[in-house]
Nanobody, 119 residues
Framework: VQLQASGGGLVQAGGSLRLTCAASGNTFSTYVMGWYRQAPGKQRELVASMDGGGSTNYADSVKGRFTISRDNVKNTVYLQMNSLKPEDTAVYYC??????????????WGKGTQVTVSS
């Protein structure tokens, strides 16, 4: 499994960015796909995730501002980030793992993409 993330950059507060993560090496319809972030001096944290059925999970800090979506045909997950704040500055990592009722597979990670929000 390989994950290729793109779309990070520098944006002013209040602006928007869209992250894209393309997965390859398997069929991902039964995989959870999502985004984590890690700011300097902080632990990596979940930003948003979506399972194969479309159920989503968001960090409280991004609810109402970020939207996760996925295209199971293209094996791609997106993160639309609106109303960005300086505290959203971090390296963002794409993540995926197999998930079923009784099994959680290993995590796969993409290389991070830097998001910097200036005040």
């Amino acid at each position: 499994v390989q994950l290729q993330a793109s779309g990070g950059g520098l944006v002013q507060a209040g602006g928007s960015l869209r992250l894209t993560c393309a997965a390859s090496g398997n069929t991902f319809s039964t995989y959870v796909m999502g985004w984590y972030r890690q700011a300097p001096g902080k632990q990596r944290e979940l930003v948003a995730s979506m399972d194969g059925g479309g159920s989503t999970n968001y960090a409280d800090s991004v609810k109402g501002r970020f939207t996760i979506s996925r295209d199971n045909v293209k094996n791609t997950v997106y993160l639309q980030m609106n109303s960005l704040k300086p505290e959203d500055t971090a390296v963002y990592y794409c993540n995926t793992y197999y998930s079923s009722t009784y099994v959680r597979g290993m995590d796969y990670w993409g290389k991070g993409t830097q998001v910097t929000v200036s005040s």
